[in-house]
């Protein structure tokens, strides 16, 4: 049923990307972000394409499976792209090619559609860039780090991180829980293949409750095994890992604000994303 | 010099303490010492481990380990400091995916510099046999070497006293044996107290000294020899003599003229010995 640890999507290898303090790939994501909701035409999108692309060799990952982690929203995608076409509620400046009921499509909501499903495809892929080369664990280290200035305001950012990080831990473990426990309900009869959604979700239910029974006593072990090992909070504590900024960083610095300053550029240049429809249209 | 001392020691989990997990105990462990504590199910053994490192405090009676009182909160740091503890259960006890991260919790806990830290893996990674396995994620091992992380995430702490409280319960024979040579190695080499607490005889014969316990009271201290020869009150207590021993005695009560043997090497050579008479 459930499959072996590969939670997450970490694909291990060893390029520039991968090498990468977390920190800073968290803080390019965001950068990232930013360029692609401040391009306003298709330019600067096909810019920030070109960018993507261009990471995605650094990272050593093959496209495909970058490729895939769009498969997952796929759904999302087209069903927003839909509703953009169908109901897109701006000025229209062209006649609507269609007008039927509440809904209309015209040049204009097109335009808008492609635009915005293409956004929405270059933020899953530049995401599964972060998730593919970075281990959760390091995720987790780079986001307890990037909160420290949150401390000041008495958020306890260091039990997060050790709650995430021991989440993260016990994933594997829990799973191969709730395989022992569905080996065990099927030895005594549990159907959990056949009938409709509703009756497969019910079958699940002789499973939940001694997972959680069981996880709440493995936390209960666990509290004791970190007490038994001085544990007793932030206070006073070290960290073995020190997480180390490199050239990389700085290189990665140097190429996304290149990128940005190109986006601002290409704004500039190019006008808004309707302009386009001038060059088609005429006038 | 004296590692832990229980002075008429009682412990109740319950209000109103009309049932005792460790009734009136009294005893010493000497400082490098190796004591097994053996009973059946119930019998104390693992509440005792408890109140020696301050998971669990007396309800009456005192704990003191190297001369610190365990009921006193503030020295609960440098109780835990010297005293460290590795469970039963091998996959709950690690907090890390990676094996270095977990070894690095307890030193990170106590505040040591980073690059002592450092040190500190190596050294105890290298005293359980898991030099390799610094980078492996803790899942993928198997119950002897999870339990030899665990140990090594003890060891790390440097502590003067290592209680293992039933650490081999879930482990098969091959794991079991791991842990024991680690343990052994630790007694006899580092000098480290270890307060091994099991239910497999064999076990305890490898410690200097066993102590029995029934109904949450000490009823027998001595050597293991010294417990083992004792089979009929063992037996009012539930257990059993190691598998060897229990062959000598059938064998002896058959009218075969051997000597006390307790493991199996000791039995097979003192065989050896009444044939070669014969």
Known sequence: MLNDVTFGQYYPAKSFVHRLDPRAKILFMIAYFVAVFLAKNFFGLAAVTLFLLFAVFM?????????????????????????NLLFYSGELTYEPLVQWWIVTISYESIVQTVFLSFRLFLIVMGTSILTLTTTPVALTDGIES???????????????????????????????????????QKARGADFETGGLFKRAKAMIPVLFPLIVSALRRADDLGDAMEARCYRGSKGRTKYKKLVLTWRDLLGLLFFAALIAGIVLLNIYFGGKFDILHYFMGG | MEAVRFEHVKYSYREDESEYAVNDVSLSVEEGEFVAILGRNGSGKSTLAKLINALLTPT????????????????????????????QNPDNQAVASIV?????????????????????????????GMQDFRNAMPSRLSGGQKQRIAIAGVIAILPKIMILDESTAMLDPQGRREVMAVVKKLNREQGMTVILITHFMEEALQAERAIVMHRGEVVMDGTPEHIFSHSDALETYNLTLPRAAYICKKLQAAGMPIGEAFTAEELAEEICKSLQKG
Not at chain 1, 153 to 170: C, G, N, Q, W
Not at chain 2, 116 to 128: C, P
């Open chain 1, 59 to 83: 990272s050593r990952v093959p496209f495909g499976r970058v490729l895939r982690s769009v498969k997952m929203i796929l759904f999302l995608i087209i069903f927003t792209g839909i509703l």
């Open chain 1, 146 to 184: 990037l909160l420290k200035p949150l401390m000041y305001i008495k958020v306890p950012v260091h039990e997060v991180a050790l709650i995430m990080s021991i989440a993260l831990r016990f994933i594997p473990t829990l799973i191969d829980e709730t395989n022992r426990i569905v080996a065990a």
């Open chain 2, 60 to 87: 009456s009676g005192k704990v003191s380990v190297f001369g610190l009182d365990t009921s006193d909160e503030k020295q609960t740091f440098a109780i835990r400091k010297s005293a460290g503890m590795v469970f």
């Open chain 2, 100 to 128: 270095e991260d977990d070894v690095a919790f307890g030193p990170e806990n106590i505040g040591v510099p980073r690059e002592e830290i450092g040190k500190r893996i190596d050294f105890a990674l290298n005293a359980v």
